[in-house]
């Protein structure tokens, strides 16, 4: 049997229409309703919410610990998983996802992040699939809101590279993607 090598064009374009305009492809900054949905199609983050449901479910985390004063939450993340880039998802990752959201780094457009992470002191990778968060109080909500699309994860190298872009077009957006689809 003789594979056929498949040649992908160099550029996609993707319309997507919605009543308001998506300014971020990138979750932290999201805050309008259309940005949220197109996020949860591209991106996920370490729990999401069942279908049609409030009840929460692993996503990126395949399992989960709280501590019994509910200070520490550790997560088990699933392996073998890779961004869109080709690097690898692994606690790195979600550390970096988090902190960027934090003071000092926390820009003023990353307001989701405040709500969920103002509660967090500290974010610690136990090992390269597994992360600790520590809150300074027990918070309940903690988990639930780890499920929203302002919580989605990304690759260390797309957020440090910064090159998702958006430009307008009179039709719908088109995406430029740092992995070389450009």
């Given at each position: 049997?003789?594979?056929?090598?498949?040649?992908?064009?160099?550029?996609?374009?993707?319309?997507?229409?919605?009543?308001?305009?998506?300014?971020?492809?990138?979750?932290?900054?999201?805050?309008?309703?259309?940005?949220?949905k197109a996020l949860v199609n591209?991106?996920?983050?370490?729990?999401?919410?069942?279908?049609?449901?409030?009840?929460?479910?692993?996503?990126?985390?395949?399992?989960?610990?709280?501590?019994?004063?509910?200070?520490?939450?550790?997560?088990?993340?699933?392996?073998g998983v890779l961004f869109h880039d080709n690097t690898p998802f692994n606690a790195e990752a979600v550390k970096f996802s988090v902190e960027r959201q934090l003071q000092p780094l926390k820009r003023d457009n990353m307001t989701y992040g405040s709500f969920t992470f103002g509660v967090v002191k500290a974010v610690d990778v136990i090992d390269d699939y597994t992360v600790k968060f520590t809150l300074n109080s027990p918070y309940a909500p903690f988990l639930r809101n780890l499920a929203m699309p302002g919580l989605l994860l990304l690759s260390v190298l797309l957020l440090l590279a910064s090159r998702v872009i958006i430009f307008i077009k009179s039709c719908g957006y088109r995406c430029i993607f740092p992995w070389g689809l450009e």
């Open positions: 049997m003789v594979s056929e090598q498949i040649t992908l064009p160099e550029e996609y374009d993707i319309t997507y229409v919605t009543e308001e305009t998506i300014k971020t492809l990138d979750p932290a900054e999201a805050n309008n309703l259309s940005e949220a591209i991106f996920e983050g370490l729990v999401r919410f069942k279908p049609n449901s409030t009840e929460v479910e692993p996503c990126l985390a395949i399992s989960w610990e709280v501590s019994p004063d509910g200070l520490s939450w550790t997560f088990t993340l699933r392996q």
